[in-house]
């Protein structure tokens, strides 16, 4: 099987590359562990989408996203004009059917198991719907096994193989945590102890959406962080609450402090929003991790995500409690995938930097611009940092060019940048630009 771009990682920015790659005539086989597109926006709820500035290149796929949406009825463009709210089960199904029509070859629920490289070129992949199994033997002197699996499935298709071999010109590695470029042993920049906590985003339904945004505008004014009002036929809001700061719901999150309803860690970041099409839903972007805990440590990182849904059920109990309109409210989904803010990044041909973004610097080749502010999360409220830029930046390309390969790239939250810059550049706009603007690049290339 032989094709000209192949993507691993099926969330936004890895669609956008897709879709543009098939778009311009290269054949296109797109690889996701899951069964669904979409990565963030559907599998972590991470909705809506942060606004950009309207001169903003590599917007295409965005507009044709939403555009799609909205014929779904999920999609509403709000009241400050962020066109980015969006459903996330049906962003599956706009997802599916824009890659679809564009010629785009999906696989789900696969694997890239092994990358074969030549010439400092990666010339071929297996994939298969399960992992590799690989077996060491630590008794001593003992021989280290492994096992790859290469053979028929038995059962109603037998003509169905395990494994597959997929040769292809170029790849980009569109996984969040840089599958790829860490199964080809790339180098990565080292963010020393520089973290993000991530959060457990849910979604809780039964909620009279009338009764709380009357209840929250009328307890705040602040427009720029309190809103509500009806959009077509439905009622949308939004409304926020830290504690690095003093907001008009912080003296209802320290009664709940003071009764046991909630922990300190609750109280570290709230913020919700309404959904298109999910009248009487809302979503919720917290609860945050209570510590910075990279991934990579496995049992800390588990135990965050149990003590997460036990934070959970804090919040709807106390939301059921102190606002009015939640009487009858209830978790109706739980994200199946934990949001991530900040992971592996590979070194590339650049290495983007803070300095870079605020001085504005201009590249001759960028593939996105932006003027999203630094948005640093802790689990320590003196350092986090959300700093406004003044000036519009770009990224360039060469920030998702391999260093190491010449046919592998990267897209995402995980491309060549600094810890500060990375946390401006992860929103969900500047991957769809990432990915279409790398789309592009490669088509050029190819001619």
């Known amino acids: 099987m032989k094709y000209k771009v192949v993507i691993v990682g099926g969330g936004t920015s890895g669609c956008a590359a897709a879709y543009y790659t098939a778009k311009l005539g290269l054949k ?11 990565g ?25 996203f939403t555009s799609y949406l909205h014929t779904l009825g999920g999609q509403v463009t709000y009241f400050d004009g962020n066109c980015g709210w969006f459903n996330p089960e049906l962003a599956k199904i706009a997802l599916d059917s824009i890659l679809s029509d564009a010629g785009v070859d999906i696989f789900f629920n696969t694997y890239v198991n092994d990358i074969f490289i030549a010439d400092n070129l990666i010339k071929r992949i297996s ?7 690989n077996l060491v033997n630590e008794e001593k002197n003992a021989p280290e096994l492994s096992v790859s699996i290469e053979t028929n499935i038995e059962g109603d298709n037998s003509n169905d193989l395990l494994s597959e071999y997929i040769e292809t010109d170029y790849i980009i590695d569109a996984t969040g945590s840089q599958i790829i470029c860490q199964k080809a042993g790339c180098r990565f920049i080292d963010d020393g102890e520089h973290k993000q906590p991530s959060s457990l985003r849910f979604i ?41 700061k003093e907001w008009a719901l912080t003296p209802i999150f320290q009664k709940g402090l003071e ?11 709230f913020q919700v929003f309404t959904i298109p099409g999910m009248p009487g839903s809302i979503a919720f972007n917290c609860p945050r991790f209570s510590k910075n805990i990279s991934s990579n440590e496995i049992h800390a990182y588990s ?20 606002f009015p309109g939640f009487e009858n409210a209830y978790i109706s989904e739980i994200a199946p995938e934990v949001g991530i803010r900040v992971s592996n990044r590979p070194l590339g041909r650049y290495v983007y930097t ?76 500047s991957c769809f630009s990432m990915g279409e603007g790398l789309a592009k690049y490669i088509a050029a290339l190819s001619n």
Not at 29 to 38: A, C, F, M, V
Not at 205 to 210: C, D, E, F, P, T
Not at 307 to 316: D, H, T, Y
């Open 204 to 244: 809780a339904a039964g909620v009279n959406l009338a009764k709380f945004k009357d209840f929250i505008l009328e307890l705040d004014d602040d427009r720029n962080a309190t809103t509500g009002g009806l959009i077509g036929n439905e009622i949308h809001l939004s409304t926020a609450c830290t504690w690095d």
């Open 28 to 38: 296109t086989l797109l690889i996701e562990k899951n069964s669904y597109l979409g």
């Open 40 to 64: 963030t926006i559907s599998g972590s709820l991470v909705i809506p989408a942060m606004m950009s500035v309207n001169s903003d290149i590599n917007n295409d796929f965005f507009r044709t």
């Open 127 to 133: 994939v298969s719907r399960v992992e590799n199994i």
């Open 303 to 322: 135990m965050e995500i149990i003590e997460a849904r036990k934070g959970i059920v804090r919040l709807i109990n106390f939301c059921k409690k102190y």
């Open 354 to 429: 803070i300095e870079d973004l605020k001085s504005g610097r201009t590249f001759s080749n960028p593939v996105l611009v932006s003027n999203y502010p630094i948005d640093v999360h802790s689990d320590k409220k003196e350092d986090a940092k959300l700093e406004k830029v003044y000036k519009e930046y770009q990224l360039p390309i060469e920030s998702l060019i391999s260093a190491d390969y010449e046919n592998l790239f990267f897209v995402g939250r995980s491309v060549s940048c600094d810890f500060y810059s990375q946390s401006a550049l992860r929103i969900i706009p």
């Open 259 to 269: 009764e046991g309803i909630l922990k300190e860690s609750d109280l570290a970041y």
